[in-house]
């Protein structure tokens, strides 16, 4: 047997548990399991610093409240089964509610990219075939990520786009212009007690080409002051 003096051995490290790991012995080789994890901490540095670069590491947090909610209202509107994942179909008709009419193809890639299998039912006695990649129409898509992907699209909107979708709630009929009947029917239907003159007074203060009504520029100027 070798004598133990042949081999010095090294002191005891101490545990880093901020790294998950020991740390590396100078000028000496890890072993794999070591470097295997070593690589796995810089590559998800790598990618927490290329997500803070890009300003998306939490989106939703760069949202107003009201925001926010207007975005898991949507959510919960349409998925109807309650179980915090929607379909193609939900997540087409979700995302319209909030303004983004996405095509087809892109609303598909959408769901391949961050997507999650459907579960079989429960009763079903045989396991589904695997595949390499399960049809579209049987992901569903998790509130986590529809948060995060409609936090993404808010935040890169025009501001202006903003202010025309909120013109268009008041212009009933696609008049291109908001007048003294659309400012009572909004009145009445958020529950304001305003009166004629009030309401006349509104139109006026803002009509700046006196054809009695706001249209769209006088609107956008209105909400960029």
Do not use: W
């Amino acid at each position: 047997m070798a004598s133990s003096s042949a081999h010095p051995s090294f002191p005891p490290r101490p545990y880093n548990p901020a790294l998950g790991k020991l740390p590396d012995r100078s000028g000496g080789f890890a072993p794999p399991s070591t470097a295997q994890a070593r690589e796995t901490a810089r590559l998800e540095r790598q990618e927490r610093e290329r997500q803070e670069r890009e300003g998306q590491q939490d989106p939703m947090a760069r949202l107003s409240e009201e925001q926010r909610e207007e975005i898991n209202e949507a959510f919960g509107l349409f998925d109807l089964d309650r179980d915090k994942r929607v379909d193609y179909h939900e997540l087409k008709v979700a995302m319209k509610a909030l303004g983004f009419d996405v095509p087809k193809a892109e609303l598909v890639a959408i769901l391949r990219e961050h997507g999650v299998p459907s579960q079989p039912p429960a009763s079903s006695s045989h396991p589904p075939p695997t595949t390499s990649a399960p049809h579209p129409t049987r992901l569903l898509l998790p509130l986590p990520a529809f948060q995060h992907l409609l936090a993404q699209r808010i935040l890169a909107r025009d501001p202006r786009d903003e202010i025309l979708r909120a013109f268009e709630l008041f212009d009933e009929g696609g008049k291109g212009k908001i007048d003294l009947a659309d400012l009572r029917r909004v009145a009445r239907e958020l529950g304001e007690g305003l009166g004629e003159e009030e309401l006349a007074a509104m139109i006026d203060e803002f009509d700046l080409d006196g054809d009695g009504a706001i249209d769209r520029e006088e609107f956008v100027g209105i909400c960029l002051q």
